[in-house]
């Protein structure tokens, strides 16, 4: 042992102070290697954690926005080609209405008179005219020639008359098998050459009127170049037969320019849509490159025969009916398609989204998660690397109070990370909240760890609740409302004809509900052999409420009825029900008639409802301006007054809702009651079925896109007599009935 001043060297005091110090090196080494072992499988559980919560929401964020892709994708290309197909069957509907009077015409050429046409004149340019256009060779003096071009001026006002019903429309017209084309159309001056000399044009060489000759039926032409102006169309014909000779071809094209344009604005953001024709050919597409583009008709591609199977039996699937969501592999990439067709016109429209697009919210949420966790992981290591020097000092300073402490402290920091890593590996799909505990409060770095996994955690929990509560809400209000409207719409006749087996009368109706479910209603039966009910009704307010008042009201007028009452007595009793438990204070104005089918006879009363419309044979629609009773549900004890009319055998009754008077466009402005006697008397010798197509056409002319207020609801009875026979089926009910 050997001493130097006061230090002493190998004694018991630096033997137990090497000893200690040792120790403190020991531990504080021992302590540094097992502080950066928990850290290092700390941060790897932590990151396999991590990577499970990104798998996890990746997946979960896919499946939802493949699920909204779906519905919007199809319930759009579904509308879409709905649109367009009833465009293409309105076209159809004005080619068989001047069809059928046509055949009357050239049927009946004693009786009908002979109308002047006239040539083309370019100042009448911008005017709606009839212009004769001759083929070459054509004879004008020819006196048999004039005699048919006489009576084909006869359709000349009904082809003026629905020429105007859609702005697409490009042309009404008469072509006669000698040459000889009658058109209604405002451009006068296309009929012209560039040096002023009258065009010369063979209707009978125009594929569409040989399409029509040949199948001896309306016909849709494919999409042709207007022999006048240049512009895409499709044209409708029909061919007319008179004496069992064809006697003309009746036709209407449609310009397909704005049908055009909205399939090329659809090419963006990495999505296009194409139309096909009834030969699988692509005739309009937003797809300027590949196997979609448009192509002339003797080099286009038949896509029901593409070498590529899966998009050869996608396209054989959407001609015959609407497809679901398909995902279709191209040469360009993975492409979600689904298709709707057109069943008027044979055609088909496909649309199609980058399965990239879909996809890419998830990618950016996960892009968005690994930033986060990065930084979470670079500021855990820093803290980590911090907390470690500052300990390693410490002991170093206090050797001999490390000793003691150095447990004390190996035991608060490393339980914590113990928990903390038992947690994290507990963490699964069905439960990726990580929960703060006591445990982890310990006031140093691993709190602030803890806290900030226990943040991520939560908020990612909360983001899957609020992805799954809201599309599960959104699929329950859809679900209850769809089931609420087929309800509504089962509780009101929907087979039509209604009475097949009857031929004294004709009724038809239909309803459009401003909402999903609306307040109107209307309804028709025998009460016995000779007596049919009708009614019509409108229920104060809209929506739920006015859909329930209107079934118990619609229940209590029927059973009211069958017990054999007059029309006063049923209102009466009616509005007596309703009173009695009329908690919500809803009321429902009624106008109700009781025909007796044997003599013609109609009984009604009006209880608060729109005014009727009457027409006699050979007479016009005029409004029979009936007395009022109160509101049924409005005040009780309320008492009606009812009246009778004399049916004759083509007489006819047009009842309505204030939806139809009141339908407003963009200016506010109202359909009224004019409007309604005037499209009515348009049409005065239509059937009910046509009479309630008409008045949809020209309500839905004049809103155009104004936002429909209320509901909407009309009834045509047609009287045809006790003695009526039995009538063949037109093709235009026919069509209905489907």
């Known amino acids: 042992m050997k001493r130097l001043k006061k230090l002493v060297s190998g004694g018991i005091q630096n033997k137990i102070f090497n000893l200690i110090l040792a120790t403190v090196i020991l531990m504080t080494v021992a302590f540094s290697a097992v502080s950066a072992y928990r850290a290092n499988m700390l941060t790897k559980l932590a990151s396999a954690s991590s990577e499970r919560q990104k798998e996890s929401i990746s997946g979960i964020s896919t499946n939802v926005m493949t699920g909204v892709i779906d519905r919007s994708l ?107 084309f009658l058109v209604v159309d405002d451009r006068s001056a296309s009929k012209f050459n560039e040096d002023g000399s009258a065009v010369s044009y063979d209707p009978t060489t125009r594929e569409w009127y040989q399409q029509a000759v040949e199948a001896g039926h309306t016909i849709f032409s494919d999409v042709e170049i207007d022999a006048f102006t240049g512009d895409i169309g499709i044209v409708c014909a029909t061919p007319v037969y008179a004496n069992g000779q064809l006697a003309a071809v009746i036709g209407s ?96 429209l496909v649309s199609a989204r980058s399965q990239e697009t879909v996809t890419r919210p998830a990618a950016l949420m996960t892009e968005s998660l690994n930033e986060i966790q990065n ?164 229920v104060s307010g809209k929506g739920v409420p006015a859909a329930l008042f209107m079934m118990a009201s619609k229940i209590i007028l029927q059973s009211v009825a069958m017990m054999g009452h007059s029309p006063a007595q049923i209102l009466a009793k009616t509005n007596e029900a309703v009173c009695s438990n009329n908690t919500a204070e809803m009321f429902v104005t009624v106008w109700l008639g009781i025909l007796e089918l044997s003599t013609g006879r109609l009984t009604a009363a009006n209880a608060g409802h729109e005014y009727p419309v009457f027409k006699q044979p050979h007479g016009a629609y005029e409004l029979y301006k009936d007395k009022h009773g109160f509101v049924v549900g409005g005040m009780a004890d309320a008492q009606y007054q009812e009246y009778e009319l004399q049916l004759e055998p083509g007489s006819r009754i047009f009842v309505y809702t204030d939806g139809l008077p009141e339908a407003a466009d963009k200016k506010q402005e109202m359909f009224g009651t004019d409007r309604i006697l005037n499209v009515l008397n348009e049409v005065p010798d239509a059937g009910p079925n046509q009479v309630l197509e008409h008045m949809s056409t020209a309500v839905d002319f004049f809103v155009q896109d104004a936002e429909q207020f209320d509901d909407l609801t009309m009834l045509c009875l047609e009287y045809k007599g006790p003695n009526a026979a039995s009538a063949p089926v037109t093709a235009a009910a026919a069509d209905k009935n489907e």
């Open 74 to 180: 199809s319930q759009t290309t579904q509308m879409e080609a709905l649109i367009a197909d009833h465009m293409f069957l309105d076209l159809k509907t004005r080619v068989e209405m001047i069809g059928e009077y046509a055949g009357i015409v050239f049927g009946n050429p004693a009786r009908m008179q002979r109308i002047a046409s006239e040539l083309p004149d370019p100042e009448k340019d911008g005017e709606v005219t009839a212009q004769l256009i001759l083929a070459d060779g054509v004879n004008r003096e020819d006196a048999r020639l004039n005699d048919r071009i006489g009576l084909a001026g006869n359709l000349i006002d009904m082809m003026a008359s629905l020429y105007g019903v859609s702005d697409d429309t490009n042309s009404c017209f008469v072509a006669l098998p000698e040459g000889v």
């Open 253 to 348: 094209d449609l310009f397909l320019t704005s049908m055009q344009e909205q399939v090329s604005r659809s090419g963006e953001n990495d999505s296009f849509a194409f139309i096909i024709n009834r030969k699988g050919q692509v005739v309009f597409s937003s797809d300027e490159e590949g196997i979609f583009r448009v192509r002339a008709a003797d080099e286009a591609e038949d896509l029901r025969r593409s070498s590529n199977t899966q998009l050869a039996g996608f396209i054989m699937d959407a001609m015959r009916a609407q497809t679901s969501v398909k995902l279709i592999n191209l040469e360009k990439g993975a492409y979600y398609m689904v298709g709707s067709p057109m069943r008027t016109v044979g055609w088909t």
């Open 375 to 538: 930084g979470t992981a670079q500021e855990y290591r820093d803290m980590n690397g911090q907390s470690q020097f500052t300990a390693t000092l410490l002991m170093l300073a206090i050797a001999a109070a490390m000793v003691g402490l150095s447990l004390s402290i190996a035991k608060r920091i490393v339980e914590p990370v113990k928990t903390m890593t038992k947690r994290l590996t507990q963490l699964s799909a069905k439960n990726l909240e990580f929960k703060m505990d006591d445990a982890f409060r310990t006031g140093d770095e691993v709190e602030e760890l803890a806290k900030s996994i226990a943040d991520l955690s939560h908020k990612t929990v909360e983001y899957m609740d609020t992805i799954r509560q809201a599309t599960a809400e959104k699929e329950r209000i859809s679900a209850e409302m769809s089931l609420a409207k087929d309800i509504q719409e089962s509780m009101l006749p929907h087979a039509f004809p209604a009475f097949p087996d009857r031929h004294d009368f004709d009724i038809y109706a239909n309803m459009d509900p401003a909402k999903e479910v609306g307040g109107d209603f209307y309804d028709f039966f025998l009460i016995d052999d000779d007596h049919l009910c009708i009614m019509i009704a409108d």
